[in-house]
């Protein structure tokens, strides 16, 4: 990467409102880990997303708006983090309710000082089942060319890129830091070379500013074995100027690509998979493995809460159950509050069970013009 285009590290942190209360009889119900733990609804917790900075060097308008978030805006200290040994303690704790996955995200991942520490601690822990973890990560690509192969050599296994657009005028203007596309195609070839496959990229599609680089992008990694996905324009928080006009659903989506190659929808590769994956198709009809696939993530316009199974943890250790959620769970001050594994364990059983989150589902039922309800900022608890 040349030291042209070298991002700055830019503060941020959200302001979180007060965490939730839980009574101390959940701190000591009896442990319990023989029966499957699901939420008032019988989702599972399978996937716990975990935000490791509250920094980010990019500024992209649907994220992160560089007038909402300047330099004057107040970022954590490095002592309200969770250390990495916390987020292991923790990790340990959710891996005992049955989760599988862990996703590292941001702000910028990458940002996070020494973070294949924390990639090498999650890799040496194992699920319910005795199998590793599936440990992935969630990045802008601005610094991945040169740690790609670190990550992998830590245990990292796949990584997921953020990339809205291939025209180099189109994505500087959406990261609003003048960060040049190519460096970012230069991360995701990095992270093909090291093994951390198969890499998604994530385009997120804003009507009016980057629905013309659907087909390109589409074009540009078919065959490469790179998982493209297209995500609609979320309203996460309030600060990315939300409007249902900016949304392009993913029919329409789905209609400009089939314009240009014949899909084929495919069946969901895990349960609770947030996209709808379609497949190149084939002169006979079939899928064209080696054409490959891509994905397209509705959560505005086709509610996926029936089999939500994720948690996310915030870079302070707040619990939320809902990426749309306005107010979490403290665990950090359980870790440093003196509470026992088991108290811990108990918890976070107590906190699942009592969990009925839907929220797009219920936006979808009430309508737009529903009052809308104060929710975390997406840069504070990850995608």
Request: proline share 4%.
């Amino acid at each position: 990467m040349s030291e042209r285009s070298t991002p700055r590290t830019i503060p941020i942190a959200g302001n979180a409102p007060a965490p939730l209360a839980l009574p101390e009889a959940a701190f000591g119900q009896a442990l319990d880990g023989s029966s499957t733990l699901q939420d008032r609804l019988q989702r599972p917790l399978r996937d716990l997303r975990i935000s490791v900075t509250d920094r980010c060097n990019f500024r992209c308008t649907y994220c992160m708006p560089k007038e909402v978030f300047d330099k004057e805006h107040a970022y954590l200290p490095h002592s309200a983090l969770l250390s990495f040994e916390e987020i292991t303690r923790l990790a340990r704790a959710f891996i005992a309710q049955g989760v599988q996955k862990i996703r590292l995200t941001g702000g910028e991942p990458l940002l996070r000082k020494n973070i294949e520490a924390l990639i090498e601690q999650l890799a040496g822990l194992r699920t319910l089942e005795g199998q590793p973890l599936d440990i992935t990560l969630t990045t802008n690509g601005s610094l991945l060319a040169r740690k790609a192969q670190a990550l992998k050599d830590a245990g990292l296994q796949r990584v997921t890129v953020s990339l809205d657009g291939l025209d180099d005028a189109v994505f500087r203007q959406m990261n609003d830091v003048d960060f040049p596309v190519a460096d970012v195609l230069e991360g995701i070839a990095a992270a093909r070379s090291a093994g951390l496959g198969p890499v998604k990229v994530n385009m997120v599609v804003k009507r009016g500013t980057n629905e013309h680089q659907i087909v390109p992008m589409a074009r540009h990694f078919r065959g490469s074995g790179v998982v493209l996905r297209f995500i609609e324009f979320m309203d996460v928080g309030a600060t990315n100027g939300w409007r249902m006009d900016d949304v392009l659903p993913s029919a329409e989506v789905v209609r400009l690509l089939q314009v240009d190659a014949a899909l084929l929808p495919l069946e969901a590769s895990a349960p609770g998979e947030t996209a709808q994956r379609w497949g190149y198709a084939d002169a006979s009809g079939q899928w064209d493995r080696a054409a490959g696939e891509i994905g397209v993530i509705s959560s505005v316009t086709q509610a996926f809460c029936g089999d939500c199974n994720r948690a996310r943890l915030s870079t302070e250790g707040q619990l939320y159950l809902c990426l749309f959620a306005g107010q979490g769970y403290d665990l950090r001050q359980m870790l440093r509050g003196g509470r026992s594994d088991a108290e811990i364990f108990n918890a976070l059983r107590f906190i699942w069970q009592q969990r009925g989150d839907r929220y797009s589902q219920l936006r979808s039922e009430l309508g737009t013009t529903a009052a809308p309800r104060k929710r975390v900022e997406m840069s504070y608890i990850g995608g």
